[in-house]
């Protein structure tokens, strides 16, 4: 089975912390997502990783940066948290041109 | 990109009934899945069906790609059936997945 892990499940942080929110895969896939889950706006791309060192921005990018140094780990990075960027964080990975998506169990992230 | 929507958007059940949920697309897919997403928050696969028709106990998933519409079968459903259920299809860029607004389902003992 596909085992797609993240960090932290719960976290709270202070306005202008420098937060990073970690992703592992262990099935090799070539693609990964970060996603963010807000009530009545639903899923939305912040960014996608189709090969290390690669990444391309999604619907939402502003605020965030990624980090894929290996292709097992695809890491989500906010510079600067603010109030805005309190959310339910969601990473997946995908293997190959058309494969099925698996996501992680999710970090609910809380900016103070 | 493609449009998703799925109904009804809640449905509340007795244990033990059983339940259609649609999932309807704005044009062809080369991806379709089925998530559960549990009160923790993680999403569970359900099916990858961008075609044709799928069975995993309970649960079985058909999807109708010439008529753009996929349709998720719960039988003898019971309270851990409860959550939400997102429907996910991607049209033309692989990597760019539509999801829809999901179902909340509710079982009551």
């Known amino acids: 089975d596909v085992k797609v892990t993240q960090s932290s499940r719960y976290l709270v942080k202070r306005t202008g912390e420098k937060v990073f929110l970690e992703c592992v895969q262990d099935m090799d896939h070539e693609n990964m997502f970060w996603y963010r889950q807000d009530p009545g706006l639903g899923l939305r791309l912040i960014y996608f990783s189709y090969d290390v060192k690669m990444k391309e921005k999604g619907d939402i990018p502003e605020g965030y940066s990624v980090s894929r140094e290996k292709k097992e780990r695809f890491s989500l990075i906010l510079e600067s948290a603010s109030t805005n960027q309190t959310s339910m964080y969601l990473c997946a990975s995908k293997g190959g041109r058309v494969g099925e998506l698996f996501f992680g169990e999710g970090s609910r992230l809380t900016v103070l | ?109």
């Open chain 2, 1 to 109: 990109g493609i449009q998703v929507e799925q109904s009804p958007p809640d449905l509340i059940l007795q244990e033990g009934a059983n339940s259609t949920l649609r999932c309807n697309f704005s044009d062809s897919v080369n991806n379709l899945q089925w998530f559960h997403q549990n009160p923790w928050g993680q999403l569970i696969n359900l099916f990858y069906i961008p075609s044709g028709t799928k069975q995993n106990g309970r649960l079985s998933a058909t999807t109708v790609a010439t008529e753009r519409y996929s349709l998720l079968y719960i039988s003898s459903s019971q309270t851990t059936d409860s959550g939400v259920y997102f429907c996910a299809a991607t049209s033309g860029n692989f990597n760019k997945f539509y999801f829809g607004s999901g179902t909340k389902l509710n079982v009551k003992p």
